[in-house]
């Protein structure tokens, strides 16, 4: 009996081991969705630095979370359809890269926490009702740019010997443009410089506004924040060079490209902490209860190779502002 009752024993395991494996519940990957005003041809390193941000918090992609992107490819007008769509697909966070880019989110959804970044005046923009308490399901990172305008202005004045007359270069189809143009005035009247607001909504119109400011013979020109400006960062280098116009950028971004310098918050960082708000909310915390935050790293690059064929001698006094210098 207990020899049988041993070979049944057996005989049950064998057929136990032979049964497949209970089916355990399939884990579910977090979805974070990207939505990108520019091109990827132009904005490719923010999805980077948003990567490596999610990376340095152990995510992987394909792994632990899965990335929808979107890009409308500088066309505003796509960006309803784009938001709905990473609506539709049930994104757990929303990324966005500019003020059209959130404001489209913010019509697209109520409920699905969208993170900001490169934003330049968030409550301005009626995103959130304020940096401290956002309220609603948007939070995130500002880039602060109004406060700005007037340091890049001033230290082009101390690059540029006598610049009476000063272009600007600017996107009225931004909605941060507008009250940055009127800080700009306010700087450059402050300044005793003479401002030529020139109008770019497109890259046609970017050639016609250099065009406009060789006419006018301008001494310098100012950009103001634009997702399609730094889309078109190659062209408006080449362009400033070949007008041989000295210009104060916004970001550097500008600068490794060729142009002369730039002063304002690292827009790469700015994304990349952009991961430390998706992570507390895949962890549970509520858009309304985190603080916007602003810009903690700001830079002042010059590109005295630039500067030199510009025949411009900088200043040993805002060399040495400069957090870094291009030979």
Excluded at 73 to 82: G, H, M, V, W
Excluded at 130 to 145: V, W
Excluded at 189 to 212: C, D, H, M
Excluded at 235 to 260: C, I, K
Aim: charged share 20%.
């Amino acid at each position: 009996m207990k020899a049988r009752a041993a070979v049944l024993l057996t005989l049950a395991l064998v057929i136990l081991a032979a049964l497949p494996a209970a089916a355990e519940p399939p884990v579910k990957v977090p979805r974070i969705g990207f939505l990108s005003l520019g091109s990827p041809s132009g904005w490719q390193y923010s999805l980077e630095a948003l990567r490596q941000g999610l990376r340095d918090l152990g995510y992987v992609e394909g792994k632990n979370i899965a990335l929808e992107v979107r890009w409308a490819e500088q066309k505003p007008e796509r960006l309803p359809d784009l938001a709905a769509e990473l609506v539709r697909l049930r994104c757990d966070v929303i990324v966005t890269t500019s003020t059209p880019g959130v404001l489209a989110m913010k019509q697209a959804t109520r409920t699905i926490p969208v993170v900001m970044t490169i934003v330049s005046d968030p409550v301005g923009a009626g995103v959130v009702a304020s940096l401290a308490r956002p309220e609603g399901n948007i939070t995130g990172l500002s880039l602060m740019h109004p406060e700005l305008t007037g340091k890049r202005l001033q230290l082009l004045t101390e690059v540029v010997p006598r610049p009476s007359r000063v272009a600007v270069l600017w996107n009225p189809s931004d909605p941060n443009s507008r009250p940055l143009l009127r800080e700009t005035e306010a700087a450059a009247r402050s300044l005793g410089v003479q401002l030529q607001p020139r109008e770019a909504r497109s890259a046609t119109e970017i050639e016609a506004a250099f065009s406009a400011m060789t006419r006018d013979r301008v001494r310098a020109v100012i950009l103001l924040p634009s997702s399609l400006l730094l889309d078109q960062r190659k062209r408006v280098v080449a362009l400033a060079a070949e007008s041989r116009l000295p210009a104060m950028y916004y970001t550097r971004d500008f600068v490794d490209a060729g142009g002369l310098m730039a002063y304002g918050p690292n827009q790469a960082d700015n994304v990349r902490r952009a991961a430390t708000y998706v992570d507390k909310i895949l962890r549970g915390a509520k858009p309304a209860d985190l603080p916007v935050e602003q810009p903690t790293k700001f830079e002042f690059v010059i590109n005295l190779k630039t500067a030199k064929a510009l025949g411009l001698t900088i200043p040993r006094s805002v060399l040495s502002l400069a957090d870094e210098v291009i030979q």
